[in-house]
């Protein structure tokens, strides 16, 4: 799986509180192990953002990303959209 970061998501990782990005790293890492591990309830969205998917980062914090097939033949191309609390995204 390639894993890539937009700019959108560097911008609000970068304004997010410390112990937000410190989760948001940790589950990245449970991420990579496991997309689907319990704890992180990746699971479809819909309404303006259908076609991506969300991670719990902490109760309130989500990070959103959207998943393609690589042109190069490498697999999975997973690219993290943005983060923030729930009613932030889903507003």
Not at 6 to 27: E, L, M
Not at 40 to 63: C, E, F, P, Q
Request: charged share 25%.
């Amino acid at each position: 799986m390639l894993l890539r970061f937009s700019g959108k998501f560097n911008k609000t990782y970068g304004k997010a509180p410390y112990k937000i990005r410190d989760a948001f790293d940790t589950r990245l890492k449970l991420f990579l192990e496991n997309p689907y591990h319990p704890q992180l309830n990746n699971h479809r969205l819909s309404g303006k953002y259908r076609g991506y998917r969300s991670i719990n980062v902490t109760g309130d914090w989500r990070a959103i990303f959207s998943q393609h097939e690589d042109d190069d033949d490498d697999g999975i191309v997973t690219i993290f959209e943005v983060i923030g609390t729930h009613s932030q995204l889903y507003k």
